[in-house]
């Protein structure tokens, strides 16, 4: 299967604070995907990227795709209590087959 | 609401036993998908199908098979289950799709399978 790493594997955070987490391949990815899964939950599909250079936005997160292709990070402005979870990042696979990242468990002190 | 349905949240057997999980999705989605999930290693894939009947090998397809006899079931079987075997089984589904434009996972709550 594909190799996409993720780093880190845990987060502690105050909350406020910023929390970033990378995602990279040694090859050139067609696209990356990104899914939260909080404490006890199932992963949930948060957005995709696809064209190099990239950024999309929600609210506070900010999704990154680099110009190369090869590496993508979601950042956290001002972590909340409500951010705790993990992270994943995965690359869709010749348009159906799905590998993920090891994943960011992100955990935020009130 | 679309949805996906893992029959067990919650599972324990011995080892040996036959272990069957089911996952039922009503999205009318071609592909489905079984991923074990364990501390520190992410989801990994064990295997998927993008139509009845067929079935492609994941990454750690040793001591599992599925089936895939409906559109809207996709079973995971382990065959004679062993100790290593426990995990979390997320079941997913998706859109088969040619373009990037669509094709998001939507994944099961989870069955949490204990072998003792």
């Known amino acids: 299967g594909q190799q996409v790493m993720q780093i880190p594997q845990y987060q502690h955070v105050q909350e406020g604070e910023d929390f970033t987490t990378y995602c990279n391949s040694s090859?050139?990815?067609?696209?990356i995907q990104w899914y939260k899964q909080r404490p006890g939950g199932h992963p949930v599909f948060l957005i995709q990227?696809?064209?190099?250079?990239e950024v999309k936005k929600q609210k506070r997160l900010t999704f990154q795709f680099g110009e190369a292709k090869k590496n993508s990070s979601l950042h956290i402005t001002a972590t909340q209590t409500t951010d705790v979870g993990t992270y994943f990042c995965?690359?869709?696979?010749?348009?159906?087959?799905?590998?993920f990242g090891s994943g960011t468990k992100l955990n935020v002190k009130p | 609401d679309v949805k996906v349905t893992q029959s067990s949240r919650y599972l324990v057997k011995r080892t040996g036993e036959k272990v069957f999980l089911e996952c039922v999705q009503d999205?009318?989605?071609?592909?489905m998908f079984w991923y074990r999930q364990d501390p520190g290693l992410g989801l990994r894939l064990i295997y998927f199908?993008?139509?009845?009947?067929?079935?492609e090998k994941g990454d750690i397809p040793e001591g599992y098979s599925v089936s895939r006899e409906k559109k809207e079931r996709f079973s995971l079987i382990l065959e004679s289950a062993s100790t290593n075997q426990t995990s979390m089984y997320l079941c997913a589904s998706s859109l088969r799709t040619i373009s990037l434009g669509t094709g998001e996972l939507f994944f099961g709550e989870g069955s949490r399978l204990t072998v003792l």
């Open positions: 090859t050139t990815l067609s696209n």
């Open positions: 990227l696809v064209k190099s250079g």
């Open positions: 199908s993008y139509d009845v009947k067929m079935k």
């Open positions: 995965a690359e869709r696979y010749n348009f159906n087959k799905f590998y």
């Open positions: 999205m009318d989605h071609e592909n």
